[in-house]
């Protein structure tokens, strides 16, 4: 546990299982890190059942703003930006440093259209990109996106490649580290039409903090970590290889001692601490992503890599500025 | 095992680490199957050594092919479908009637292109798939596309999901098998662009042998077999999934007792039985993707799936035939 007081703002309505298991999770969370306070945003007879199993000494870290709805589980960009749901208010609460950081585990689209209408996108990222680390063999792979953006372009894909080495290097505390492109196989030229165009893009992609582009990896690489601490791909491929994993743990009678698949996710390319939680998550899951969003904030990692990003910005000459289809 | 004689034809040339692998998968198939007969089609001498190692009352199992050159490693259709390398030789001794299937751990689309056309594709089928088992908790799951087609269209999608549930019930034995479309989540709408286009199709799409469409499942879905004993998706990210899977069962000590992601697939599509192994193959993964060919020879799969798709001609009316662009 690092030290500082750190202000999260929880989505009590967000997860297929809200807010049971987030009124558990973050009961487990306030007990695991004695300076971690919490912003509930939900249903104030919600958070007050929340208060009332908390000890009395412990009540004064908690605070609730009172939201009733969710977002919508829906696709419809209009329904997402409502500003009176329960991801919207949560964000609203950093922006005003009501609260330090946002979790939830609702849903995806609706979490990154909250945080880029409130928080910003930082320079050149049109797409922001949901990092998840899983714990290999020689230390901790980054893989993104595992959600924030569905399809793949080259652009996209290069720009994640920046972000996630940034990520590396301030969050693992990684020295120059290794940045794969995920695809098929290992020799240049194997992949979809996808990642044949990325690959050529990525050789020419300046990388931050020292970091350095390995070529094509593949998914056996992604739970081991042997040949990069940095793996790029598309945010669907990513969350079916995720979840794949996740399976593979459980059919095995469960993750190895290093540990298993995250089931919570930052998202990188806004300027502002989120982290979003798998949709099913159960309350450890919820509480993992809280301490996520601790550390994260405590380790001040939003300002740490967008001062990163700034030292490449002079050299980069390609940005994620694709026009929508 | 079951009985049967059978021929196979072996690339011996086929897969990283050839010709040895494949020398020793020969040999562990051959002592593991005293109705196996091997036709090995690659390097006299190579041939010649492996015989010099069987018992001399095995020896009349074994017979050779002499050609010199393996299929390229190259995305170049012109040099894949050089009529004078080991997988084209060993396609066209099926064709002759001197081996019953192909066995080769070579470059997937060399394999493909040879089978298709040595052998020609079934009707209605453009883009052949590979289909790899996994042993789940429920029994066994047919994952398809592992690296046949690599780019996700609804028409593909659609004929992949025909060809997978007339597979498993030929060769799972499954009565009514349930199909389900691979995305990052189970509510309609989720997923990419494809996956969004595919699904309706999916739900007009007849299926044979009882099949039905179960709708969305997720990666974990496919290594435990919760929701679908298909899994069909595009032939890139079904490789990344599986090669995770291997990955996450690597890093946790081992597979499961029900057994682990499996190194070799099925061809289907093609008017024979031919079986793919992975490319960093060793030797008991040839071994094992022998004894898949053997199976699929025994169980007559090849014929019992297209009396199973030709059940269906009369109803279907989406077939896998889009240009390609």
């Known amino acids: 546990?690092?030290?500082?007081?750190?202000?999260?703002?929880?989505?009590?309505?967000?997860?297929?299982?809200?807010?049971?298991?987030?009124?558990?999770?973050?009961?487990?969370?306030?007990?695991?890190?004695?300076?971690?306070?919490?912003?509930?945003?939900?249903?104030?007879?919600?958070?007050?059942?929340?208060?009332?199993?908390?000890?009395?000494?412990?009540?004064?870290?908690?605070?609730?703003?009172?939201?009733?709805?969710?977002?919508?589980?829906?696709?419809?960009?209009?329904?997402?930006?409502?500003?009176?749901?329960?991801?919207?208010?949560?964000?609203?609460?950093?922006?005003?440093?009501?609260?330090?950081?946002?979790?939830?585990?609702?849903?995806?689209?609706?979490?990154?259209?909250?945080?880029?209408?409130?928080?910003?996108?930082?320079?050149?990222?049109?797409?922001?990109?949901?990092?998840?680390?899983?714990?290999?063999?020689?230390?901790?792979?980054?893989?993104?996106?595992?959600?924030?953006?569905?399809?793949?372009?080259p652009a996209t894909l290069a720009r994640h490649a920046v972000l996630g080495a940034a990520y590396a290097a301030v969050t693992h505390g990684l020295v120059r580290p290794r940045v794969g492109l995920l695809s098929i196989g290992t020799e240049p030229g194997k992949g979809d039409r996808a990642r044949r165009a990325a690959d050529p893009t990525l050789v020419e992609q300046p990388l931050p903090a020292g970091a350095h582009y390995v070529g094509l990896v593949e998914g056996y690489d992604v739970a081991t970590g042997a040949r990069a601490d940095v793996v790029v791909t598309d945010g669907f491929t990513g969350n079916v290889l995720l979840k794949g994993i996740e399976g593979a743990y459980a059919m095995a009678g469960g993750p190895p001692a290093s540990g298993g698949a995250p089931r919570a996710a930052a998202l990188l390319g806004v300027a502002g601490t989120v982290v979003v939680c798998h949709g099913a998550a159960r309350d450890d899951d919820v509480a993992s992503g809280i301490a996520l969003a601790a550390h994260l904030h405590r380790r001040r990692a939003v300002p740490a890599i967008s001062a990163v990003l700034a030292g490449l910005n002079g050299t980069s000459h390609i940005t994620d500025t694709e026009v929508t289809a």
């Open 1 to 153: 546990m690092e030290p500082g007081t750190v202000r999260i703002a929880v989505d009590l309505l967000g997860g297929d299982d809200a807010p049971a298991v987030v009124v558990d999770g973050a009961l487990r969370a306030l007990g695991a890190d004695p300076d971690l306070f919490l912003l509930l945003v939900g249903p104030p007879e919600v958070a007050d059942g929340l208060v009332a199993m908390l000890r009395p000494a412990d009540r004064d870290r908690v605070a609730v703003r009172p939201v009733r709805d969710a977002a919508a589980m829906t696709a419809d960009p209009a329904t997402l930006a409502r500003a009176d749901s329960t991801v919207s208010a949560a964000v609203a609460a950093v922006c005003e440093e009501a609260a330090d950081a946002v979790v939830s585990a609702g849903s995806t689209a609706a979490t990154v259209t909250a945080a880029v209408l409130g928080f910003g996108r930082w320079p050149g990222v049109r797409r922001p990109a949901l990092v998840a680390t899983l714990p290999a063999l020689t230390g901790p792979v980054a893989l993104l996106d595992v959600g924030g953006s569905l399809e793949a372009r």
